[in-house]
């Protein structure tokens, strides 16, 4: 249930606009409410396990930095008078997000557990694609498409994580041949949302993340003994090959609006291409004026309107270094840098570190192209989980060594 609770907290985003769940939202904030529920469900965890606490030193070092982080974006935010959009920022950070980091290690502690998270991020993936259907067959949309109470950006960036979570490691896992077949059905739909939403930014870090992945793949191979194992991941190799043509040979036709979004990008931007390097481009001016503290959360509106408004350069890179300087942006580098050195330490592992280290890329790239550090928090979910991979191969239960399936050497 604690899996399924923090899945709701770091997802409900995506649909607590939505008309349906007005009565719920207009009495509790559902963030907030699925922050105290995935939050009490740890404590109750922890007390049946008599307050023992497993983690790796390499997620204490990390958590760490993040704190670090934190607090320097506070100090920032109080220290440069952003009392408005960036204290509020500085403290979701701390607080929200801070919780989606340190709450994925303290809650998802096993094999079991992870696969839970998946189901349960699938099954919202899922939700939100057929609100999309049910819209886009009833001619709800001009243009986008979108699912719940989200965007055509969080429809797109739903289905790619759930469709990830799907092919690269919920169906290498499951044996019954009716969920099997139920799960090929959630692709073609998963597909379609993400492809239909009009999103150019999710879709292109969809379709370099499985680049990415069939790198990981044909390394990963090196260390199976599981024929069908690596036969599973051959066959999703000559899938995505396959959907990739087909979309190049059929894409303008299906998806008119994606594509010819795609055509204005490459003649020249587009007003929402351009608003986005605009807004870089104002960052990498206040970085260039204090470049080692930066101006703090909610400088970007501050040095250019003159108001502490929600304003940020959709590019998480240039958004810590604009708001903390060199030290914050080292600082999430190193980060970064431990985490995935984490994850391609334990590739041997099998399909775990793999599906963690493709569904935090495609995170990755999206955090450079779209939203601010908050609207990331699922990114930082997946940060975390690289941190612990060991404790889902540990597992004896589950552990691919003691099936013979990793080889020992």
Same mark, same amino acid.
């Given at each position: ?8 907290? *770091? ?22 409410? @699925? ?15 008599? @307050? ?64 839970? @998270? ?9 939700? *939100? ?73 999710? *879709? ?7 680049? !990415? ?21 051959? @066959?999703?190799?000559?899938? *995505? ?17 994606? !594509? ?150």
């Amino acid at each position: 249930m604690s899996s399924w609770l923090f899945a709701l907290f *770091v997802t409900a985003g995506l649909y607590k606009a939505d008309p349906h769940l007005a009565f719920i939202q207009q009495r509790f904030d559902m963030t907030v409410l @699925f922050f105290f529920l995935s939050f009490t469900s740890f404590l109750v965890q922890l007390i049946r396990h008599k @307050f023992a606490l497993r983690l790796p030193k390499i997620f204490w070092y990390t958590f760490g930095i993040f704190l670090w982080i934190a607090l320097l974006l506070l100090l920032g935010a109080v220290f440069y008078d952003n009392f408005h959009y960036g204290l509020q920022k500085a403290l979701r950070f701390l607080i929200l997000t801070g919780w989606a980091f340190l709450g994925a290690a303290l809650i998802i502690t096993d094999y079991g557990r992870l696969k839970q @998270f998946a189901w349960a991020l699938l099954l919202v993936a899922t939700v *939100v694609a057929i609100s999309a259907l049910n819209g886009w067959r009833t001619g709800k949309f001009v243009l986008f498409a979108y699912g719940l109470g989200t965007n055509y950006l969080g429809t797109a960036r739903i289905a790619g994580i759930g469709l990830i979570t799907l092919t690269v490691f919920l169906l290498s896992v499951t044996k019954s041949f009716w969920i099997r077949l139920l799960l090929f059905v959630d692709i073609v739909l998963l597909f379609w949302s993400l492809f239909v939403s009009g999103g150019r930014g999710p *879709v292109l870090a969809f379709v370099i993340t499985f680049i !990415f992945f069939i790198i990981l793949n044909r390394k990963v191979g090196r260390y199976l003994q599981d024929f069908s194992m690596k036969r599973y991941l051959r @066959f999703l190799n000559i899938l *995505v090959f396959i959907s990739l043509i087909i979309v190049a040979l059929k894409g303008p036709q299906w998806f008119p609006t994606l !594509f010819m979004r795609l055509r204005v990008l490459l003649e020249g931007g587009g007003y929402s291409a351009l608003t986005r390097i605009e807004y870089m481009r104002m960052a990498i001016e206040v970085f260039s004026t204090s470049p080692i503290w930066g101006m703090g959360p909610g400088c970007l509106g501050k040095e250019f309107f003159g108001i502490d408004i929600r304003l940020y350069p959709h590019n998480i890179f240039l958004e810590f270094a604009a708001e903390g300087g060199l030290i914050v942006l080292l600082a999430f580098i190193a980060l970064l840098c431990l985490a995935y050195w984490n994850g391609f330490r334990n590739m041997r592992g099998g399909i775990v570190p793999v599906y963690l280290l493709t569904v935090s890329f495609f995170m990755l790239l999206n955090s450079m192209v779209s939203g601010d550090i908050n609207d990331n928090r699922m990114f930082f979910v997946f940060l975390s989980l690289l941190t612990v991979t060991k404790r889902f191969i540990s597992d004896r239960d589950n552990n691919l060594f003691w099936r013979g399936a990793i080889r020992e050497h």
